[in-house]
C-alpha cells in the first residue's frame, strides 16, 4: 500500500471519525480506504443520490399502485352497468 497524506481541518477530520464510528469501522483511515476505494473504482454514491433514487422509487411504486385500484375501479363500474346500473351523464 501507499501512504496518501491529507490535511484536513479539525470539525472534518472529526466529523469523518465520527461517521466511521457509526458505520462499525475501527478507525476513520479505513472508514477513509474504503470511500477514496468505491471513488477511484466508480462505485460511491452520495448518500443523497442514494435517498434520491430511494424516493424515485417510492413514487414510481405508488404510481403503479394507483393504476391498478383506478383499473379495478374501472373493471366494477364496467360491470355494474353490464348488470343494468344507470349511467350518471
Sequence with gaps: MVTVKVNLPKVIADRLSILAKER???TREEFLRLILTQVAQDEFQLE?????D????????????????IE????????????????IE
Design 24 to 26: 462499525d469501522f475501527s
Design 48 to 52: 443523497s443520490d442514494k435517498r434520491y
Design 54 to 69: 430511494e424516493l424515485i422509487q417510492t413514487i414510481l411504486n405508488q404510481i403503479q399502485q394507483h393504476e391498478q385500484v
Design 72 to 87: 379495478t375501479n374501472s373493471q366494477i363500474l364496467e360491470k355494474f352497468y353490464e348488470l343494468g346500473g344507470r349511467r
